[in-house]
């Protein structure tokens, strides 16, 4: 089981068009259909504001949409705390809210996490700068995070 961030869906979505990667799609759908992806409620959301069809398409498959609960909510909490972020004052560029949430639910469920955020090569000083990959590598999150291309390469699926 993997948790998406909506980063991932959006560039499958984008990248991968239903009409013309018909057997992508079936994998897709039975990833979802049987709960192999799931998706935090923010990631959720996010997918509907920019491709409503793509949130469309994810309902039709019975997505799992995982809610915040008190579990996820003091996991994000303490994630926030670790960055050093101070109220709501998050760095343009770096992880925010949502992000926070995503890998929060994927800690929370012991399940790596998909995200098209790049991967920072230099720790940046401040961990308030942190992408969204540098807070799953984070010692006390330590959530495995890959991109699409690799999540579609670990699989070993076949597509034909």
Same mark, same amino acid.
């Given at each position: 089981?993997?948790?998406?961030?909506?980063?991932?869906?959006?560039?499958?979505?984008?990248?991968?068009?239903?009409?013309?990667?018909?057997?992508?799609?079936?994998?897709?759908?039975?990833?979802?259909?049987?709960?192999?992806?799931?998706?935090?409620?923010?990631?959720?959301?996010?997918?509907?504001?920019?491709?409503?069809?793509?949130?469309?398409?994810?309902?039709?498959?019975?997505?799992? #949409?995982?809610?915040? !609960?008190?579990? %996820? +909510?003091?996991? @994000?909490?303490?994630?926030?705390? =670790? /960055?050093?972020?101070?109220?709501?004052?998050?760095?343009?560029?770096? #992880?925010?809210?949502? !992000?926070?949430? %995503? +890998?929060?639910? @994927?800690?929370?469920?012991?399940? =790596? /996490?998909?995200?098209?955020?790049?991967?920072?090569?230099?720790?940046?000083?401040?961990?308030?700068?942190?992408? %969204?990959?540098?807070?799953?590598?984070?010692?006390?999150?330590?959530?495995?995070?890959?991109?699409?291309?690799?999540?579609?390469?670990?699989?070993?699926?076949?597509?034909?």
């Amino acid at each position: 089981m993997s948790a998406f961030d909506a980063s991932s869906i959006l560039e499958a979505w984008d990248a991968y068009p239903i009409a013309q990667f018909p057997p992508f799609w079936e994998w897709m759908a039975n990833l979802v259909d049987t709960g192999e992806i799931v998706l935090a409620r923010v990631a959720y959301e996010e997918i509907g504001h920019k491709a409503p069809e793509c949130r469309e398409w994810l309902a039709d498959h019975n997505c799992t #949409v995982i809610d915040p !609960d008190n579990e %996820i +909510v003091q996991a @994000a909490l303490g994630i926030k705390n =670790g /960055l050093g972020i101070v109220n709501d004052q998050y760095k343009a560029g770096a #992880v925010d809210e949502a !992000d926070i949430l %995503i +890998v929060a639910t @994927a800690k929370v469920l012991g399940i =790596g /996490l998909v995200s098209e955020e790049s991967p920072q090569p230099t720790v940046p000083g401040n961990p308030a700068n942190y992408r %969204i990959p540098r807070v799953c590598q984070k010692a006390d999150v330590d959530v495995e995070c890959r991109n699409l291309r690799t999540y579609i390469k670990d699989s070993n699926h076949i597509f034909g």
